[in-house]
């Protein structure tokens, strides 16, 4: 295994890109130096005066032939309580074939890999027709500032590849998320006197009731059929509560964050809607008031089995498996539908390491996935960088 391609995934992880709060900065100085280095032309995309975006392209971009984006995000979740790891979250550590750090799995063992494979190629960029375009944002992971800037400028491509963890397996789609703040506003009294106030945290308790019988019968449509079963169910949670100011008093607000999954054919307008069917009803029999807050969106996304970008990884997936790949969905939310429904073009989602493995304490990726998923970003980028743009039905 490449030594070097595992140095740039340990000088990614070093590097704290934290969402929320937002300090990507290290790691977008980091990608910039090393793409300009490589010989390429990086640009930064100024979201905010300290967080950027940053892109490059590579190929000579002839006309009738394939322009393609790959995505990757700079940010990462927080590592929460870093006691709890087993070596320092952001002290990049190899033991029995796995590198651990925070954003090794989700996703800057993708990163390192899309690098390395741009590196590669960028020393022969006249042999392709074709053009890669790099997109390396900020804020994935929270509100997604760094992909709406980008869209801000009108880009284009004809097929897109956002590279979160599918043990670098084709997924065709995923489904959307939606985020809600929601506070209830009741009436402070002194506890010994309940009946002179209205509690707050009362009113969130009967809202997060009816939440979950939401999710029941969402997840009952699902497997019934009776909605489209191409992604996984729609999905509701409540993940933050935050109520109370002393235990000698009734709280007067409690604040609930909502966490939403759209499956296919569930809108954003159709969710929130349900959300505040629900919080009326509420409202109404609490007596208590309720502000409501979308905090971030991002559609469902499905791409289509048939392209002939899709048929084309698949060929270099099964010379290099000796298998016939088969494609499926992704188990998150990612960025994916956006940029499809925005650049009107085909977005798959394919990146090394496991998604069991984003998001949790002593995250990690295997050495042999940042190996493969070097491997066949190379290959699957000077394939694309050669193909000819496909004409598609309306």
Request: with cysteine; net charge neutral; glycine share 14%.
């Given at each position: 295994m490449d030594q070097h391609l595992i140095e740039i995934v340990q000088d990614l992880i070093r590097l704290e890109s934290e969402a929320p709060p937002g300090r990507e900065a290290g790691?977008?100085?980091?990608?910039?130096?090393?793409?300009?280095?490589?010989?390429?032309?990086?640009?930064?995309q100024y979201c905010t005066p300290d967080r950027f975006n940053v892109t490059a392209e590579l190929g000579r971009g002839d006309e009738g032939s394939l322009s393609f984006l790959y995505c990757g995000h700079m940010d990462v979740v927080p590592a929460g309580e870093t006691s709890a790891w087993t070596t320092p979250p952001y002290e990049p550590n190899i033991r029995e074939g796995r590198l651990y750090g925070r954003g090794a799995c989700d996703m800057k063992g993708s990163l390192a890999c899309a690098l390395y494979a741009a590196k590669q190629l960028a020393s022969r960029p006249d042999q392709f027709s074709g053009r890669l375009q790099l997109f390396f944002d900020v804020d994935e992971e929270h509100r997604n500032i760094g992909l709406w800037r980008f869209l801000k400028d009108n880009p284009s491509a004809d097929f897109v590849i956002v590279g979160e963890p599918t043990d670098m397996e084709i997924a065709l789609g995923h489904r959307g998320v939606m985020a809600f703040e929601i506070t209830f506003t009741g009436k402070s009294a002194h506890a010994a006197r309940p009946g002179e106030g209205n509690n707050a945290i009362y009113a969130a308790g009967s809202f997060i009731t009816r939440i979950q019988k939401l999710q029941e019968e969402m997840e009952a449509a699902w497997k019934s059929g009776s909605t489209d079963i191409r992604l996984p169910s729609s999905a509701v949670q409540v993940t933050v509560i935050k109520g109370g100011t002393k235990v000698n008093m009734i709280p007067q607000e409690c604040t609930a964050e909502l966490d939403?999954?759209?499956?296919?054919?569930?809108?954003?307008?159709s969710m929130e809607e349900k959300i505040r069917q629900i919080l009326e009803q509420v409202s109404e029999e609490?007596?208590?008031?309720?502000?409501?807050r979308r905090l971030t969106s991002c559609p469902a996304g499905w791409c289509s089995p048939d392209g002939s970008e899709i048929a084309a990884i698949e060929e270099i997936l099964m010379e290099y498996r000796g298998r016939q790949p088969v494609p499926g969905v992704f188990g998150a939310s990612c960025e994916a539908g956006l940029l499809q429904k925005n650049l009107n073009a085909p977005a798959v989602i394919l990146g090394p390491g496991s998604l069991r493995q984003a998001h949790v304490t002593d995250e990690y990726i295997t050495l042999n996935q940042l190996e493969e998923g070097a491997y066949l970003y190379?290959?699957?980028?000077?394939?694309?960088?050669n193909a000819k743009v496909q004409k598609r039905s309306e």
């Open positions: 790691t977008g100085e980091y990608i910039y130096d090393f793409l300009k280095e490589a010989g390429l032309k990086p640009h930064r939403c999954r759209l499956g296919m054919g569930e809108t954003q307008e609490s007596g208590c008031g309720y502000s409501f190379t290959r699957i980028f000077e394939k694309l960088m």
